[in-house]
């Protein structure tokens, strides 16, 4: 895990934690840059996947504390696990925990969008494994578009989305869906 760095922001202090590392496709990554470009920097392994880290914004503002994107958590299977390549260990939960921030002490978590990458850890597993949400205090915020096209299965990649990293979050009325452009906080908003 890299260790957290803030930034202040004239009265908004960012802090970057790490939600887990996790392996993808580098030619999907690079897109068009060609393979010897980018192996220099990110060596791929033998099924062309790269290694890159998860980087999570923890926002502290006068009025409230967000947390942006929380990555794949740490309820991945082993299917899971081998695609992604993540440890269920090296998570955002652990990590927040261990850069000194109390998962309760978050009002909101925003998502970019809901793919696992992205949405796997605003919920976790219980010590009797039921899945529970991660930030107990937070709503979990992401762009109305975003909703549909994942409760759709439609959109760029439709198997990224897994309903349960939020399912459970509708159904507690702890997921709130958003228009873009829309404020969610002071000094912060969705856009589109």
Not at 61 to 66: D, K, V, Y
């Amino acid at each position: 895990m890299t260790p957290p760095r803030s930034i202040d922001l004239g009265g908004v202090l960012v802090t970057l934690v790490s939600g887990g590392i996790n392996v993808v496709d580098g030619g999907g990554m690079m897109g068009i840059l060609p393979k010897g470009l980018w192996n220099k920097w990110y060596p791929a392994d033998e099924e062309n996947r790269i290694r890159l880290e998860t980087n999570c914004l923890v926002v502290d503002t006068q009025e409230s504390r967000l947390l942006i994107e929380s990555g794949c958590g740490n309820k991945l299977g082993e299917k899971e696990r081998r695609f992604y390549g993540g440890e269920n260990s090296d998570w955002i939960g652990a990590n927040l925990i261990s850069a000194g921030f109390a998962l309760d002490s978050f009002d909101q978590v925003v998502l970019t969008h809901l793919h696992t990458d992205h949405s796997g850890g605003v919920v976790t597993l219980d010590g009797e494994g039921r899945e529970v949400p991660t930030f107990p205090n937070a709503q979990v915020i992401v762009s109305e578009q975003e909703l549909q096209d994942a409760t759709e299965g439609v959109g760029i990649s439709p198997n990224a989305y897994d309903r349960r990293n939020w399912a459970d979050l509708m159904e507690r009325g702890k997921l709130k869906s958003l228009p873009a452009d829309a404020p969610i906080a002071p000094c912060v908003r969705l856009v589109a």
